[in-house]
Nanobody
Framework: QVQLVESGGGLVQPGGSLRLSCKAS????????MAWYRQAPGKQRELAAT???????NYADSVKGRFTISRDNAKNTVSLQMNSLKPVDTAVYYC???????????????WGQGTLVTVSS
């Protein structure tokens, strides 16, 4: 009923930058919180950054000052600008959205399929 499609992953050298994007589509009435999570090989999924509908952001300590999350409510998109990337940032990055769908109105927690970011020389 609602899909999140991510794009922008890939291979980047240490110190480089990447921008991830995620677009929601479907029977969307409104999107509340959006976020980016990541899961490194052999580790649990962890929160990288969140953003509320009115633009308040929160970051994991490990990415603070290097990553910036933003959203466009009119387009139902969320982005993650990643700068000064390190090998430890290598992970599959997942988009998340708390979506209110219409008819009937209810809240769904929706995940994207993930996009791989590899930081290596």
């Amino acid at each position: 009923q609602v899909q999140l499609v991510e794009s922008g992953g890939g291979l980047v050298q240490p110190g480089g930058s990447l921008r991830l994007s995620c677009k929601a589509s479907g029977s969307i009435f409104m999107i509340n919180d959006m976020a980016w999570y990541r899961q490194a090989p052999g580790k649990q999924r962890e929160l990288a950054a969140t953003i509320t509908r009115d633009g308040r952001t929160n970051y994991a300590d490990s990415v603070k000052g290097r990553f910036t999350i933003s959203r466009d409510n009119a387009k139902n998109t969320v982005s993650l600008q990643m700068n000064s990337l390190k090998p430890v940032d290598t992970a599959v990055y997942y988009c998340y959205a708390a979506v209110i769908v219409s008819l009937p109105y209810r809240l769904l927690e929706v995940w994207g399929q993930g996009t791989l970011v590899t930081v290596s020389s």
